[in-house]
């Protein structure tokens, strides 16, 4: 993917800032938590950069994952440190088992939490795009960062979004991402060259 202008990259900080939005609400009502979500910071990286950038190195993370197809098509990943993942699980079924232990109904809680900021941020992409996006059913996994970034294409740039998620006197951590091939990240700008061609008149 050749480098976004200052423009198309606030163009996708603004589409996150609103799906997280829509987010936030829907979390809150399922943690009974007043749940907020930080403005989010949008990067284009490789999967390698990704890692040094965050101080990742041989971090586990929590992913929940889904295939998407649209104009662009890829794999869309939230996913939250082994702890945080944890934490937000706690908080909607006051459980407090190991990570490795989680039960069937702990997982599909993950699943569902994930599932929930990714149908909305694709919502926000559709809205503001214009475009139509079907998405398969969520999967759950826990690995290192450095299998989860690089699944798929070889080569690939990843669309890293992060967001600190608070949840009443809990700060916790959630990353974005966006593995796509390199001809679903040359639609991806041709569809953000559209939308700023309209927003400009």
């Known amino acids: 993917m050749k480098d976004l202008s200052a423009l198309e990259l606030d163009a ?21 938590e007043s749940v907020t979500m930080s403005v989010p910071m949008v990067h284009i990286l490789s999967p390698e950069r990704v890692i040094d950038l965050f101080g990742m190195a041989h971090q586990r993370l929590t992913c929940i994952s889904q295939y998407f ?46 599932n929930i900021i990714l149908n ?24 290192e960062v450095y299998e989860i970034l690089h699944r798929g294409q070889n080569g690939h740039s990843v669309l890293f979004i992060q967001i600190q998620l608070g949840l009443e006197q809990r700060d916790l951590e959630g990353y974005l991402a966006f593995l796509m091939g390199s001809e679903s990240e040359l639609m991806l700008q041709k569809a953000l060259s559209v939308f700023l061609t309209g927003v400009q008149g």
């Open 120 to 143: 909305a941020c694709f919502a926000a992409i559709a809205d503001m795009l214009q475009d139509d996006f079907s998405c398969q059913l969520p999967e759950l996994t826990v690995a």
């Open 12 to 32: 996708l900080a603004e589409i996150f800032n609103i799906s997280v939005g829509r987010s936030a609400s829907v979390l809150s009502e399922l943690t009974g």
């Open 69 to 114: 197809t649209g104009s662009f098509s890829g794999e869309a990943m939230l996913m939250f440190p082994e702890q945080s993942s944890l934490e937000v699980v706690r908080l909607m079924l006051g459980s407090q088992v190991p990570l490795e232990q989680l039960s069937e109904i702990e997982q599909d809680a993950l699943s569902e939490i994930g």
